[in-house]
């Protein structure tokens, strides 16, 4: 169902364009649909965001950051949609894509991690107040640094990057391969395409489970979504990038450093930071980094293993797996309620 409604109410100035604005049911888990308002916005003519709240908001605004190589598709699916799910629960959900990647790639390619975090700052200076900011894989670095700069009211690192390869070996290789090349100056402005990618993986698991966990970068564990679900967020979700933004990565696990560590360990917000038992692009080792090395007087950790979840974790099943609504969403939801 698509019916066509007003305006959405202002939201901090006229900095936002609504490219489109009606009301959709979306599957939020299997059995369970739910009503919402959705608009496609375009902030400053630049960047796309997708916002989802019941017909009357009433709940605080959260914004969705996907992580590297990633869009909006992170956090929606056919078959299950935390965005939606989480605008069920009464929050005003704003789905941020960053430059170059989804509906905001016509604002070209970013030369730095910092111009993510840049968009992110945009975003936060239009919105009437300050939101909650949950941020998945290297989303969960943009809202880290965002909230060093500008006001937040919590942030939730989902497999957040903020130590990076010092756990995997194999990433950590590639990663000082690539610094060591950089330095030599054999990287121009490549804009890499990780679709491709996608696709293969989504034909690998239909071939076998154990396909998806064969890799040392493998993103999910065995048996942790479904197939069809998992097919369509490997072949819609993995989007451009550039490699710039791969080549800060690569400093940090060269050099074991970020250029906002020092001011993160000043910063206090409300902090929850979430890992998964078996995530080998974000182990939880260095995902936790952010929670051991933080200045927040309310931080939270929550370590999903089997112990007590009763599966195993990975990366992109944090957010689209099977167990993930009873034990990632709901924990998140709770957490914002309780600091709203």
């Known amino acids: 169902m698509n019916l066509r409604v007003g305006a959405p109410a202002p939201m901090g100035g006229g900095r936002w364009a609504v490219e489109s604005d009606e009301v959709v049911e979306q599957l939020a888990v299997p059995g369970a649909n739910v009503r919402l308002r959705k608009s496609r916005l375009r902030l400053d003519g630049r960047l796309s965001i997708v916002r989802k709240t019941l017909p009357c908001v009433s709940g605080p605004p959260v914004v969705l950051v996907h992580g590297f190589a990633q869009n909006r598709y992170t956090w929606h699916g056919s078959h299950r949609s935390m ?3 989480l605008a069920g629960q009464g929050f005003d959900v704003y789905v941020l894509e960053l430059s170059g990647h989804g509906n905001s790639r016509s604002t070209g390619s970013p030369e730095s991690f910092s111009a993510y975090v840049d968009d992110a700052a945009a975003v936060a200076s239009a919105l009437p107040g300050p939101a909650f900011w949950v941020g998945h894989s290297l989303g969960g670095a943009v809202s880290y640094s965002l909230a060093t700069r500008v006001a937040v009211r919590g942030v939730v690192g989902v497999g957040a990057v903020y130590r990076f390869g010092q756990t995997n070996t194999f990433i950590n290789w590639l990663a000082r391969a690539s610094h060591a090349a950089k330095a030599r100056g054999l990287f121009g402005m490549i804009n890499v395409r990780t679709r491709a990618a996608g696709q293969l993986l989504g034909r690998l698991y239909g071939i076998t489970d154990l396909a998806g966990y064969a890799f040392p970068v493998s993103g999910w564990a065995p048996g942790s979504v479904e197939p069809e679900m998992l097919a369509e967020r490997l072949e819609r979700g993995f989007d451009w990038t550039s490699v710039h933004v791969w080549l800060d990565m690569a400093r940090w696990a060269a050099e074991d450093d970020h250029e906002y560590a020092e001011a993160w360990a000043r910063t206090d917000v409300p902090l929850f930071v979430i890992t998964g ?17 933080s200045g927040s007087s309310d931080r939270t950790l929550l370590d999903l293993e089997p112990w007590n979840t009763g599966s195993h974790w990975g990366h992109l099943d944090l957010i689209s797996g099977i167990a993930a609504p009873e034990h990632l969403w709901t924990p998140v939801s709770n957490w914002i309620k309780a600091r709203s």
């Open 277 to 293: 038992d078996l995530d080998h692009l974000m182990p939880p080792a260095d995902a936790r980094a952010a929670y051991d090395e």
């Open 83 to 85: 965005s939606a799910w």
